[in-house]
């Protein structure tokens, strides 16, 4: 199937139909790799071979500029574009968001209908230190939406019989792992802690990642200030046993309402549990039951090369402020938590594959990941894996911000589906500001309902 990026002066790149290209009313002079095309190889699918194609695109408006032509992987059916008062949005809401916000060298923002009406793909800015332009096909670390990819594996067990909700992971897990876990105010509560309250972050747990210590920094302000800063699993449950204490006892799962807390050793445990329940590492179940049948194939655990061949490091750096960030250490030990590389096409992929059923037996299965939420942040939600973003009527006078549902990274990645307009939205900044994303998916939000209004 065929793609094409447009790149403009200020390194805009987004995919445009090939189609619409072929048949716009300005000059195209070819300047071709590979074969001449036809009719046929050039707007249709089933070409064998690859090939890549460059044409100048001479423009009265936007100048001259080169389009590229490539085959590459893509879902059955080729996606439509969004309209071009859309596109236009979009584009420049991601360069303002990278070239108007400090620190942010660069974006990639996806934004596809559920329904395969179109799809709208863009990046912006300079992808790493060494000037590399960031384009919609960079690899990038989504941070925590791996979270996400976790749940969806421990939700497709239960559907199998292989777990229940209500396991208890002193039954799942080695005495090593358990033994004194969760203890406070001098009770041991480890026994009641299950995989729900590991997926709902209900489960008091202190968080090894962004907890110090006493006297000591924690693994992100060492990450952060440039170092590496790996915490393998022995010593993820060391910090939790030894060094840091629970917030609260585990939560009834069915009252009302209940504490929750995020932390990341919530889900280094769950993916202890997967791999204990399957005889499985979970990389290996991540390819087996996700990567692989929804043909994700620029995604994967670090440091796993993805099938597509491509190199397992990731295209894009991270920044922190003006330190660049080495986390080659962190991603390895972060397999369930926060570890896998991807891009934008397989991110959208994923969740649209969630939401339109193709990926648990039973519809409700999603569901019920969303149901019964507890605030973590305000105004964000948080169900099995899964965050509710939902802000309240007075935050945005002016726009109702519809809600989503998926999940956000540290990095300033994201992954939602927002039911009521009915698109998935995927990207990055790969800047540790994880607040950036809710600050700019409403403008994402906004632009999409301005359009869906003035086509009905």
């Given at each position: 199937?065929?793609?094409?990026?447009?790149?403009?002066?200020?390194?805009?790149?987004?995919?445009?139909?090939?189609?619409?290209?072929?048949?716009?009313?300005?000059?195209?002079?070819?300047?071709?790799?590979?074969?001449?095309?036809?009719?046929a190889t050039r707007i249709y699918p089933g070409v064998q071979r690859p090939i890549a194609i460059v044409f100048r695109y001479v423009d009265a408006k936007l100048g001259t500029f080169f389009i590229?032509?490539?085959?590459?992987?893509?879902?059955?059916?080729?996606?439509?574009?969004?309209?071009?008062?859309?596109?236009?949005?979009?584009?420049?809401?991601?360069?303002?968001?990278?070239?108007?916000?400090?620190?942010?060298?660069?974006?990639?923002?996806?934004?596809?209908?559920?329904?395969?009406?179109?799809?709208?793909?863009?990046?912006?800015?300079?992808?790493?230190?060494?000037?590399?332009?960031?384009?919609?096909?960079?690899?990038?670390?989504?941070?925590?939406?791996?979270?996400?990819f976790t749940s969806t594996v421990t939700m497709l067990l239960c559907e199998r019989g292989q777990l229940e909700l209500t396991d208890r992971i002193v039954d799942l897990l080695p005495d090593s792992v358990t033994d004194r876990l969760h203890v406070l105010d001098g009770v041991d509560r480890t026994a009641s802690v299950t995989v729900e309250h590991l997926l709902s972050h209900t489960?008091?747990?202190?968080?090894?990642?962004?907890?110090?210590?006493?006297?000591?920094?924690?693994?992100?302000?060492?990450?952060?200030?440039?170092?590496?800063?790996?915490?393998?699993?022995?010593?993820?449950?060391?910090?939790?046993?030894?060094?840091?204490?629970?917030?609260?006892?585990?939560?009834?799962?069915?009252?009302?309402?209940?504490?929750?807390?995020?932390?990341?050793?919530?889900?280094?445990?769950?993916?202890?549990?997967?791999?204990?329940?399957?005889?499985?590492?979970?990389?290996?179940?991540?390819?087996?039951?996700?990567?692989?049948?929804?043909?994700?194939?620029?995604?994967?655990?670090?440091?796993?090369?993805?099938?597509?061949?491509?190199?397992?490091?990731?295209?894009?750096?991270?920044?922190?402020?003006?330190?660049?960030?080495?986390?080659?250490?962190?991603?390895?030990?972060?397999?369930?938590?926060?570890?896998?590389?991807?891009?934008?096409?397989?991110?959208?992929?994923?969740?649209?594959?969630?939401?339109?059923?193709?990926?648990?037996?039973?519809?409700?299965?999603?569901?019920?990941?969303?149901?019964?939420?507890?605030?973590?942040?305000?105004?964000?939600?948080?169900?099995?894996?899964?965050?509710?973003?939902?802000?309240?009527?007075?935050?945005?006078?002016?726009?109702?911000?519809?809600?989503?549902?998926?999940?956000?990274?540290?990095?300033?990645?994201?992954?939602?589906?927002?039911?009521?307009?009915?698109?998935?939205?995927?990207?990055?900044?790969?800047?540790?500001?994880?607040?950036?994303?809710?600050?700019?998916?409403?403008?994402?939000?906004?632009?999409?309902?301005?359009?869906?209004?003035?086509?009905?």
């Open positions: 199937m065929r793609t094409a990026s447009r790149v403009t002066a200020p390194g805009l790149v987004h995919a445009i139909s090939p189609l619409r290209l072929l048949l716009a009313p300005r000059a195209l002079e070819g300047v071709r790799q590979g074969h001449q095309p036809d009719a590229t032509m490539r085959e590459v992987a893509m879902p059955a059916e080729a996606f439509e574009p969004a309209s071009e008062e859309l596109s236009d949005r979009l584009a420049s809401l991601l360069t303002r968001s990278v070239d108007r916000r400090r620190h942010v060298r660069h974006g990639a923002l996806a934004v596809a209908r559920i329904d395969g009406a179109w799809q709208w793909h863009g990046a912006h800015g300079m992808a790493n230190v060494a000037g590399t332009p960031m384009t919609t096909t960079t690899r990038y670390p989504i941070a925590s939406v791996t979270k996400l489960s008091g747990l202190p968080d090894y990642y962004d907890e110090a210590p006493k006297g000591g920094r924690s693994a992100e302000a060492r990450l952060l200030s440039g170092e590496d800063a790996p915490v393998p699993f022995d010593e993820v449950v060391r910090l939790v046993r030894d060094e840091l204490t629970p917030h609260f006892p585990p939560q009834d799962v069915d009252a009302p309402k209940r504490r929750a807390r995020y932390a990341d050793t919530n889900f280094q445990l769950l993916g202890a549990v997967l791999e204990a329940v399957t005889g499985q590492p979970l990389p290996t179940l991540f390819d087996t039951l996700l990567l692989r049948p929804l043909a994700l194939d620029d995604t994967a655990s670090y440091p796993n090369a993805p099938r597509s061949g491509a190199s397992p490091e990731p295209g894009t750096d991270v920044w922190a402020k003006d330190t660049v960030l080495r986390p080659t250490g962190v991603l390895r030990h972060q397999v369930p938590d926060g570890g896998v590389i991807s891009t934008l096409g397989d991110q959208v992929r994923f969740m649209t594959a969630i939401v339109a059923g193709e990926v648990f037996a039973d519809p409700s299965t999603w569901e019920r990941m969303q149901a019964h939420p507890s605030t973590i942040f305000f105004p964000v939600e948080y169900g099995l894996g899964v965050m509710r973003y939902a802000p309240a009527r007075w935050m945005s006078p002016l726009f109702a911000i519809p809600s989503m549902v998926g999940h956000t990274g540290s990095t300033a990645t994201w992954l939602f589906h927002c039911p009521d307009l009915g698109v998935v939205l995927a990207g990055t900044f790969d800047v540790a500001q994880p607040p950036l994303p809710f600050r700019f998916l409403p403008q994402v939000l906004r632009a999409v309902a301005a359009t869906d209004r003035k086509q009905r």
